[in-house]
Every structure is written in C-alpha cells, then in structure tokens.
C-alpha cells in the first residue's frame, strides 16, 4: 500500500525565512515524487519531481526537494520565502506503471507573516 | 501555462438526483482524471481515462459514478443517483503522453448534495 505522510498540518514562518516542507513516504517499487501547490481558490500545481539520479530537484519559484531513500523523504525547501508563497502544498507519489495516479498527503497550509 | 477549466464551481443538488460536473481539459492532452477531496481530508484518486476508455479506478468509484469524452468535448463526471457522501470538492486534472505524471488541474467543482 502506498501512503504519503506529510507531518505539518500548518507551517508560519516570517517573509524572508527559509522554510522545509516535510513529506514522508510507504511504497515498494519504482516511484515518481512530487510536489504541487494550491492557492486558495485554485486548482493544484504541479512544483517539481523526481525520479531518479540527482537526488537534489530544483522546481519552480525557488523551491528544491530533496529525496533520500534511507529516511524514506522528499522534503520541500525554499532558502527565502515570499508572502505570494502563502498556500497549501502537498506531496504526491505515483508508481512508476501508473504515473497519472497520484497518491496524495494530507497537505501542509504555509502561512507568511509580513 | 495551460489550465484546466471546471464548470460549474459549485453544484448544489437534492439527493438522489443526477448531477453531471464537466472538465474542459488542456488541448493536447491525452490523460485525464477525476480526483475527490471530502473537506479537511486528502485528494483521493477516483479515476483515469485515456484514449476513450477507463485504465483504472479507485474503489470510490462507486456503480453510480460513469466518465466519459465524446468526440473531444468536455471530459465528464456523472453521479446517478447522487448520495449525502457524495458530497465533496471534485477536481479534474489533464496529462500528457510524455509526462504523464506531470498533472494539471482545475479549480475543483464543490458538490453539496442535500
């Protein structure tokens, strides 16, 4: 069975700071990683992936994951972050025969206070 | 970027009536999906359609859930009869064949059945 656990419900950290989304994942197999954000009122989109190779990704807007398979892990950094970066983001796996079926986390809500 | 459109953004509808919730997916997208997502839980995987067929389906697929595309029109979600658990935001995501784990979504149809 394929989980994902992201361990935040909420996260609130001051514009300006660096910050680390934590996604914890179950699955035996060939996987695809992601990551996807959701502006209120919007539909999800798609951050970064990995699959393979560097185990370090860099996506969109200045966010890296970084996958390690001992701990399990994709955790989701940004180095400086921005209040437009205020939204809810959620971690994903998928198996590698069935790409398009995303196994969700329960999202972490990212508040940025001014 | 390319963007998914939902119609409409909210349905509200008495219980046991038909409901039919359209997706308008990117233009060259070949992969399409419906995913649920019951307030305060995660999105959970309902269904994947590709070349006029259902690949696969979760078990939240009920007998009274049915998709379909005619002639490449809006991809569709139909619940007949509709139950009080059907109520739920439902999000429509679209894929291409080169990356099929790269989704897009719209911004989610909210289903309030009474």
């Known amino acids: 069975t394929q989980t994902v656990s992201q361990s935040d419900a909420h996260v609130t950290v001051f514009e300006g700071d660096s910050v680390e989304l934590r996604c914890n994942y179950s699955y035996g197999g060939s996987i695809y990683l992601s990551w996807y954000i959701q502006h209120h009122g919007h539909g999800l989109q798609f951050l970064l992936k990995?699959?393979?190779?560097?185990?370090v990704v860099q996506g969109v807007n200045g966010f890296e994951a970084e996958f390690s398979k001992s701990d399990s892990s994709f955790h989701l950094r940004k180095a400086s972050v921005h209040w437009s970066d205020s939204a809810v983001y959620f971690c994903a796996v998928s198996a590698r025969y069935n790409q398009g079926k995303l196994i969700f986390g329960q999202g972490t809500k990212l508040s940025i206070k001014p | 970027g390319p963007k998914v459109l939902q119609i409409p953004s909210h349905q509200i509808i008495d219980m046991g009536q038909m409901v039919t919730l359209n997706c308008d997916p990117v233009s060259n997208h070949l992969y399409f999906y419906w995913y649920k997502q019951i307030l305060g839980q995660q999105m959970e995987f309902l269904v994947n359609?590709?070349?006029?067929?259902?690949?696969?389906k979760s078990k939240l697929f009920k007998d009274q859930f049915s998709v379909e595309r005619p002639d490449g029109s809006y991809f569709t979600l139909k619940i007949q009869p509709t139950a009080l658990e059907d109520s739920a935001v439902y999000f429509c995501a679209s894929s291409w064949k080169g990356s099929q784990n790269t989704l897009y979504f719209g911004a989610g149809t909210r289903l309030s059945v009474l």
């Open positions: 359609f590709y070349n006029g067929k259902v690949m696969e």
């Open positions: 990995y699959y393979s190779g560097n185990p």
